[in-house]
């Protein structure tokens, strides 16, 4: 989408996780934010394995090449536990970057589904928000139904939330 935006003369900025380290492949217009994920301390007090990575894009796997995250995480946080590993991390960067840059108009797109809850952190004060469903979120959901009605209910919620708080819905039909 970014390349595409470009192509038509508009300015882009991307916000994403530091977790997988900088890429050969980032563009000046690309921001890494801080993420839990990438706290070495944090992985040996959890006991989990170093984070590296494989190719550009891959997901950060496990130094013994496992990428199977702890039960808690997976099956724990609504929506997904970048709400705690990376939400509170990208939230002070992405309004720098929209300060600085003059950003009109935010597009959050998912998975991971927690990236739609930014442009709710963000408040009323925020530019106008795109939210990118380029990947469902309830409708055609990535992993299984939740362990408990409780945060079935939370997911629910805070899909219809971004769903009805968003100024447009975009999906890329592949």
Do not use: C
């Not at 070495?40 to 496990?62: H, Q, T």
């Not at 442009?119 to 004060?125: H, S």
């Amino acid at each position: 989408m970014a390349k595409a935006l470009r192509d038509h003369g508009h300015d882009v900025s991307i916000v994403t996780t530091n977790a997988a380290g900088r890429l050969d492949s980032d563009s000046p217009w690309v921001v890494r934010s801080g993420d839990l994920q990438s706290s070495a301390a944090l992985r040996r007090l959890l006991r989990r394995p170093g984070a590296s990575v494989n190719e550009p894009g891959d997901v950060p796997a496990a130094a013994d090449g496992t990428a199977v995250p702890p039960r808690y995480l997976t099956q724990g946080l609504v929506p997904d536990s970048w709400i705690v590993t990376w939400l509170p991390y990208v939230l002070p960067v992405v309004r720098r970057v929209i300060r600085d840059h003059q950003i009109e108009v935010v597009v959050t797109n998912g998975p991971p589904l927690s990236t739609h809850l930014l442009g709710l952190a963000l408040g009323r004060g925020r530019p106008a928000w795109i939210a990118d469903f380029d990947d469902g979120w309830r409708y055609e959901p990535l992993m299984g139904p939740w362990p408990t009605h409780i945060q079935d209910r939370i997911d629910e919620i805070l899909e219809r939330r971004v769903a009805t708080s968003a100024d447009a819905i975009a999906r890329i039909l592949q």
